[in-house]
């Protein structure tokens, strides 16, 4: 079966290929090259193999290979005329044709690609060369995965409403060929509208309109015209008629004067593409204005009226043949996914479990068990935050306590003095009382995220949506007064300076590569009004929550320390880069916007997510009416950062880890000698109240504890997690935990280069079983640890699946992989083992 899928598979490629046959030659060495490496990767473990099989991996290779530039020899290309805006280029072969030619689905794909793409970089990287320094980008995997996941939402919410509107008016009309028209034609009019990456709410706002569009075109008799108006009574407009239109919008929480505006390029849209068909029962030319007969009862919003078009058999047929035939167009020469599968089949399982609706309404009480002193006590978890909040005392390098731990135990961090351990005890006290997704999110929402609600993730984001509009009605564009003063204090051309970068940085955000990029495509269909007068939107948002909460911030801040202090502020550029890229993360939150889903934000401001972590703390602070999901997705962004993205290559991390190390200012001193190679990275950052190295830099070594000590508090509440239900006799469930969050602690501190290009969860898992192997719980082993694991919301496969193994020094280039095990085997002996013997 893998023999003939690869042959299938293979000639599927080379066929679409437009290079000739050198193309298709090195399309084979390369596919071959991958699947060596893949076949020459077995798991140490059953559990940590592939569910899949090669029916998942090998389609993944294919995808890679014809989607990175370069790596056929070909080189990189514009979108060439006519692409549009924010779609990877066109690659011959449709995603959705090679999963069905390979007998795959879309999750288990989607799934498995990150896995394959790890395992696989060391050798893409070898064939492409440079064109493929920065492959997750080019793929657009979170582009990919935001927007699939708002289309299954889309297509949920789609049913609801159509089956909403059949109930309510008992209407008698072919119900399943309808229900697929509408599809069909929502489909249509979006490839020709919106981006390839469209946002969630655009997306939502079309589906409406559409619909209203086919039910335009329906005549309704008076007992159903009075079962619809009974139903949406505040769709009655002044005039007396029932707005079909609004009657959607009040369903789907969609703003009605927007929805109203988009009508007349919907319709346009839609009859063009119905016009192409040549549809007998069309008038064509198609006329200016064709009445709907119930006018006097009914507001349609909508131009034309076409007799039959969804009430007669063979009209509809006919509607949804040409639908189809003009959607086949599309995915043939544009498209990768084919979209149509998402009304009959159900891909929820391409969100993240920390994204769904009601995650985070798990108590944290469900992961500790019934028996007293069972591993994820409430003492425990006490404990283990108590070892977190050591690093909170690392501003007391001088304490005594610290100093007196340090000289007894050099290696270990300092245990925190008894006040801090008290109010350690009294968070995690806190943290399993109240309702709190155990890795969902950073521990930081204990405060006040609010009590959740029965919701779906349509009513989340229109929620969001409608405090944003709220919140920014009342604003301007420009600088407030208490800010201008602020700006007048610190220097003549402080405010001039600011607002200039403000602009370009919003421009840069929400009109150069996000969803402004679009209007292009949408200048090309006819439509360039629509994209652009969006992303103008959006920007204006953006730009009008920064002035809001920069105002919040100058006032604490002179309150504080006084005026100086908050001119101080606001001279500070990367300050305003961190409070700019949390204002539109904000804004590309709410909109569920997946061509800025993080951190694409921060990446367009020149900014890592590294340096934004030290703002999502007192940015949620200083808005309080901060809706609870967007509260929750800025703490999620946090945890992406702690447990991943403040480790990869080229963080931010590591600039101070040099500095506090004291290479960056013997950089500096040779700064004019000839150029030399960087040297190795440090291998560890140092305890809280370690002397500092000569030449260190204390401030970057605080910034770095602070880090640390947020990272120790979240691996605390997810070793809690993980923990759940393993059996630790004869010892204490709280007394292993307490264990293995100390040993962790001691790599980070200690071996922070384990950490190094790695994630948070393979030192934890790794910690865990080696803490459990020196004291002899053989009934704990990694199949039963990694078994747990990916029980939780925030698993990742890579994390177990694919870990670097061999990497270069300082690039942090990845040259080898393995699974959890090749990796604990490799680091055992040296860091894990000799630690753990002394607990």
Known sequence: MAAQQQIDLLSLLKDRLRGGDGQAARATAVYEACCRVLESESPSSASLSVESGEDVWRPCIVWLIKNIPGLLGEPEQQPADGARAGEPPAAGLPLSELLNASHTNLVSFFKELPVVLNKLKPTLLEQAGSAADNIEQQLRLREWQETLVSLQHI???????????????????????????????????????LPGFPDLVSCLELLVCVLALLLASTTYSEQQLAALQCGSPTAIEASGRFSLLKALCIEARVDYGKAKALMPQIEDAFWGSL??????????????????????????????????????????????????????????????????????????????????????????????????????????????????????????????????????????????????????GAAAAAAARRPLSIGLQSPLPLMQLGHPGPATPISQAMGSVAWLKNTVKELALQPPSTVQRHMDAAGADAGRILSERVATAA??????????????????????????????????????????????????????????????????????????????????????????????IPGKLGLKPFDLSKMIGP???????????????????????????????????????RAAAGQQQQQQQEAFAPAEPEPPLPKAIGAPGSPLPPGGDASARAVLHDHCRKLLKLAAFRLVAVSHGLDFSPMEGEEVLAAVHEVLGHALYCHTHLFYGRHLDTLLLASLYGYCKVNRLHQITFREIISHYKRQAHARQEAFRSVALQRTDPGLVTQATGDIIAFYNAVRESVLLPFCRLR
Request: contains cysteine; hydrophobic residues 45%.
């Open 619 to 657: 940015f949620v602070k200083a808005v309080p009416s901060l809706p609870r999901e967007l509260k929750r997705h800025m703490f999620t962004v946090e945890e992406k950062i702690l447990e991943s993205l403040g480790w990869a290559p080229g963080s931010s991390f590591y600039r101070l880890a």
């Open 275 to 424: 016009g192409q068909a040549q549809l007998g029962w069309l008038p064509q030319p198609l006329p200016a204005t064709l009445p709907h007969p119930q006018a006097d009862k009914l507001e349609t919003c909508c131009r034309l009226y076409v007799e039959g078009l969804t009430s007669k058999p063979q009209q509809l047929s006919e509607l949804v043949l040409s639908l189809d035939e003009a959607y086949s167009k599309f995915l043939a020469t544009q498209g990768e996914i084919d979209e149509r599968d998402f009304l009959l089949h159900d891909f929820g399982g391409l969100a993240s479990p920390r994204t769904l609706p009601g995650a985070d309404n798990a108590a944290a009480a469900a992961a500790l068990p019934h028996q007293a002193g069972g591993p994820g006590t409430l003492s425990s978890l006490a404990q283990a935050a108590t070892h977190a909040a050591a690093a909170a005392a690392a501003g007391g390098a001088g304490s005594s306590n610290a100093a007196h731990s340090a000289q007894q135990h050099p290696s270990k961090p300092p245990l925190a003095p008894p006040a801090a351990a008290n109010a350690a």
């Open 507 to 600: 421009a840069a955000v929400f009109l150069g590569g996000g969803v402004g990029a679009a209007a292009g495509a949408a200048s090309r269909l006819g439509f360039p009004e629509l994209q652009q007068g969006v992303a103008q939107e959006r920007r204006d948002e953006g730009i009008k929550i920064y002035w809001h909460v920069l105002d919040t911030m100058l006032r604490a801040e002179e309150s504080r320390a006084g005026l100086p202090a908050a001119c101080s502020l606001l001279t500070r550029w990367p300050f305003h880069q961190c409070l700019l890229a949390c204002c539109f993360e904000l804004v590309a939150a709410a909109y569920r916007m997946g061509l800025l889903s993080f951190p694409a």
């Open 155 to 193: 297509s949920n919410k789609y049913k609801d409403l159509f089956w909403h509107v059949q109930r309510s008016c008992s209407s008698s009309q072919p119900q399943q060929p309808l229900l697929r028209a509408g599809w069909l034609a929502f489909l249509v009019v979006k490839a020709q509208l």
